[in-house]
């Protein structure tokens, strides 16, 4: 299996970026925000308990996404590989993501990380609320306080991966075809 984190702040092109990536490279596109949304949707318990932290701006408990990624693996296992996407997202996310691909006698491969100012991000999730439907893009507050969260949690995460040596970084801003020139060639040197 080859395995792929694409991590930057929100707002910073992740999604627009997955589909490119998975459609070249085969892979499961993970996204646990479309996990969440999918469950907020469907009006199951799960999803009903996660509205309340997305809501905010704030991250969902740990052992709520852990769970989804963990049937997801489970669920895919004749996957090419996996892209996950908005995961993880803490410290403890990043440990228990290593234990259970170890379980598949897999890795992550590479961490690609998008570059993308503050004042930019706002920018692209005001933007962005005008038209997602996303009532956590439609509220400046609630934008900050996302924002905030991945600079105190999720920052971390890179630095668990930069350790393993494993984090290449790339410029979030620019034309969606040149970031993605540029992932790709990311990519293409760890396969090679
Ligand atoms: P964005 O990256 O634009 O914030 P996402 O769709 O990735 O959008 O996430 C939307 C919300 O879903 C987050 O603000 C958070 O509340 C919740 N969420 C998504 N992924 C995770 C995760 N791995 N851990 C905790 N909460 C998550």
């Known amino acids: 299996m080859f395995n792929v984190i694409l991590f930057g702040a929100p707002g910073s092109g992740k999604g627009t970026q997955s589909q490119k990536i998975v459609e070249k490279y085969h892979l499961k596109h993970v996204s646990t925000g479309d996990l969440l949304r999918s469950e907020i949707a469907g009006g199951t318990q799960l999803g009903m308990e996660a509205k309340k932290f ?7 408990p740990d052992e709520v996404v852990i769970g989804m990624i963990d049937s997801t693996i489970n669920s895919n296992k004749d996957a090419k590989g996996f892209l996950f996407d908005g995961f993880p ?6 440990e228990k993501l290593d234990e259970l691909l170890e379980q598949h006698n897999a890795e992550i ?4 990380a998008l570059e993308v100012s503050e004042e930019e991000l706002v920018k692209r999730l ?10 956590d893009d439609a509220d400046e507050t609630v934008i900050r306080s996302r924002i905030e969260e991945y600079r105190k949690k999720t920052a971390v995460v890179a630095g668990h991966y930069q350790q393993l040596n494993k984090v290449k970084t790339s410029p979030g801003e620019g034309t969606i075809d040149a970031i993605f020139a540029s992932l790709s060639t990311e990519i293409d040197q760890v396969i090679s």
């Open 54 to 60: 997305m809501d905010g701006g704030l991250l969902v």
């Open 89 to 94: 997202r803490t410290a403890v996310q990043a």
């Open 109 to 112: 491969n590479i961490v690609l």
């Open 126 to 135: 005001l933007e962005r609320g005008k038209t997602s439907g996303r009532s």
